[in-house]
């Protein structure tokens, strides 16, 4: 049943009848973890909250919880949200005694059914009323079934959780081999519960389905009901030593009960650790390490393969009477019919050797047999030379393996020690206006033109500010977010930025007032322009600010071209050129400012600040008019 590999068909089975006893549930939150992984919130009544934890192609259970949901939802799990979210679950089933189980949602007047398989490598899909596939976490197309959209699901079949006494003695009589493997691929039982039916019904699990009496048969049978009803009562699931069980095994050791299986199944399964491997992901590994955690990974894979090349040996000579014969039958046909007609005889045939194939390779005259794992069997080959086939795997496998052990233990060549690559500064939401921060580290915003100055005001002007302005028509409307000290820098920029510098001054006056004095309401008979506003009551003056402004690059936190009052600059910059009004138009002198500090940069930081110390970037600091360049440092 339940094991490492995942849960079987008799454990949904189990699973199913839990959350029919549940019903009504409706569908709450959805998460995915990753691209296996997802979890629902499941709203009963009375305000019952069920977690369910998926992993497609292992298990799905309830759990205690599920893990932190993840800060940026996938596309997939939008989507399950958006059609399934608040819907209510009608029904669960499961698809005979498959790795399937199918919850019909109902929501909007209309029913969806949420597909979960945990087969092979598992999916999750959503269906239509009429099982036709909608979207699917996993879009595949087999030889016999394609998961797309607008294809059918196949839902009908024999149910094998439910059969009658004659389809199960003709199930049994046509598998033709021993009674254990007979149960546990007719029956889809699998290998442990299979020896359980045949030790129920007191019979070997060697003996011949050939030979099996109406006596036999009968036992056998009141065995498979047992086992069947007691998946579905799901009153004593238990942990031994050797899985997780809907109910306890004969000559179970060990076994722990629990109150329900999921309540098992969530303590068998312990929920992945989602943070860890969150952490995992920022960890930041040396080139060297990378390539050996590689190495490593890649010597466990070459062992695996080398243990099933050698095991798939094993299998061929341990059944070779049968392979024999299925070669000479197919070698036979294959010189009278196409491949195309000896794979629809195969598909019809209830010959032993038809049986044993699970798929077939026209392509290279072979096929893919079920001898306990799938091992491909070559028509042009003998027995042997089959055998031969995996023998040179094995080969090929270990010369690899040990390749990669002796890459692995190979010692890392010398690597020079590189400088730290400066990082650029994450723009902040100020950053389109005009900005500065104080020597005392209070944030000053000014406006570019009358549209950021309106802006301002009305977006991010609040009660613990203040409004300066320059004393004279035309400038930027300047904010400081707090109680600084250093007014005379606020003061510096307000002139810098306005009319005085294009005037050509050397200072001007700036005023300043509290927010409730600003005002777009004029006098009676007066009109108030984009950007400008009435300021009433006592104003605060700051008399003959000196008109300069300084350009430099800061590297902290990160890399940037900052700019405003000379103090304020200098006290953060690396390097800085001081500008007051002249003669040269903006644009020369943002292209002056950008040679003068390259010619400061060192080689270390000279790629990342070059791409970051453009005309475009100084520009944004230098007041409008014409200006002239005082001083560098």
């Known amino acids: 049943m339940a094991t490492d590999k995942g849960m079987s068909g008799l454990d949904l089975t189990a699973l199913t009848a839990e959350l029919q006893s549940l019903l009504p549930l409706w569908v709450g939150k959805i998460y995915q973890y990753d691209n296996t992984k997802f979890g629902f919130r499941f709203n009963g009544e009375d305000k019952a909250r069920h977690l369910f934890f998926i992993e497609i192609g292992r298990r799905a259970h309830r759990v205690p919880a599920l893990p932190p949901a993840p800060k940026n939802p996938s596309g997939y799990s939008m ?4 059609f399934l979210d608040g819907g209510k679950i009608l029904s669960v089933t499961q698809k005979s005694i498959e790795r399937v189980i199918i919850l019909e949602i109902g929501k909007g007047g209309g029913r969806l059914n949420l597909i979960i398989e945990l087969f092979d490598e598992g ?9 036709v596939i909608q979207n699917a976490l996993k879009k595949r197309r087999f030889r016999e079934r394609e998961i797309v959209s607008g294809e059918r699901y196949e839902i009908e079949g024999v149910d094998l959780a439910d059969l009658a006494r004659e ?12 009674l254990v493997r007979a149960v546990a691929v007719g029956l889809m039982f699998g290998g442990v519960m299979a020896e359980e039916l045949c030790l129920r019904a007191g019979v070997e699990k060697a003996f011949p389905t050939q030979y099996l009496t109406d006596e036999i048969l009968l036992r056998l049978y009141d065995a498979y009901r047992s086992i069947i009803l007691e998946a579905r009562s799901t009153t004593h699931p238990v942990i031994d030593k050797g899985g997780c069980w809907p109910f306890p095994l004969a000559g179970s050791e060990g076994a722990v009960l629990y109150p329900t299986f999921s309540d098992a199944l969530a303590a068998y399964y312990p929920l992945p650790k989602m943070e860890e491997k969150e952490e995992a992901k920022r960890e930041v590994l040396s080139r060297e390490e990378r390539i050996r955690r590689q190495q490593e990974g890649a010597i466990l894979k070459f062992e695996e393969k080398i243990r099933d090349s050698e095991r798939a040996a094993e299998l061929i000579y341990e059944n070779y009477p049968d392979i024999q014969q299925l070669i000479d039958i197919l070698k036979a046909a294959s010189e009278k019919l196409s491949w195309q007609d000896i794979e629809k005889l195969i598909k019809n045939a209830n010959h032993p050797a038809a049986k044993m194939i699970v798929s077939v390779n026209p392509a290279d005259a072979s096929v893919v047999v079920d001898l306990g794992m799938k091992v491909t069997i070559s028509v042009q080959k003998s027995v042997e030379g089959n055998v031969g086939v995996y023998y040179d795997q094995m080969k090929k496998f270990r010369s690899k393996r040990e390749g990669a052990i002796r890459a692995m233990n190979r010692p890392p060549p010398k690597q020079k020690d590189r400088a730290a ?19 005392d580290g209070v944030l000053v915003i000014g406006g570019r033109d009358a549209d950021q100055n309106e802006e301002l005001v009305k977006k991010y002007m609040e009660g613990g500010d203040t409004f300066v302005h320059a004393d004279v028509h035309g400038g930027s409307v300047v904010i400081v977010k707090g109680k600084t000290e250093r007014m005379d820098e606020v003061a510096q920029f307000a002139a810098s930025y306005s009319n005085f510098w294009k005037g050509g001054y050397g200072s001007g006056d700036v005023y300043a007032a509290a927010p409730g004095q600003v005002s777009k309401t004029p006098e009676s008979g007066e009109f108030v322009a984009r950007g400008a506003f009435v300021i009433r009551g006592e104003r605060t003056y700051y008399r003959n600010a000196p008109l300069a402004v300084a350009v430099g690059v800061v590297t902290e936190p990160g890399v940037a071209v900052i700019g405003g009052p000379v103090t304020a600059i200098e006290k953060k910059a690396k390097h800085m050129v001081r500008i007051a009004p002249g003669t040269f138009e903006p644009n020369d002198i943002a292209k002056k400012v950008v040679r003068m500090l390259r010619d400061h940069l060192p080689a270390t930081d000279a790629k990342v600040l070059r791409s970051i110390l453009s005309t475009e970037a100084v520009a944004a600091f230098i007041p409008a008019g014409g200006s002239d360049i005082i001083e560098e440092s």
Do not use: M
């Open 123 to 131: 999916n999750l899909i959503v269906t239509d009323e009429q099982f």
């Open 79 to 82: 989507y399950l949200r958006k």
């Open 167 to 178: 389809a199960f003695e003709e199930i049994l009589r046509s598998q033709e081999k021993d």
């Open 421 to 439: 690559v400066p990082k650029r500064q994450k723009p902040k939401w100020y950053h389109r206006f005009r900005w500065f921060e104080t020597s």
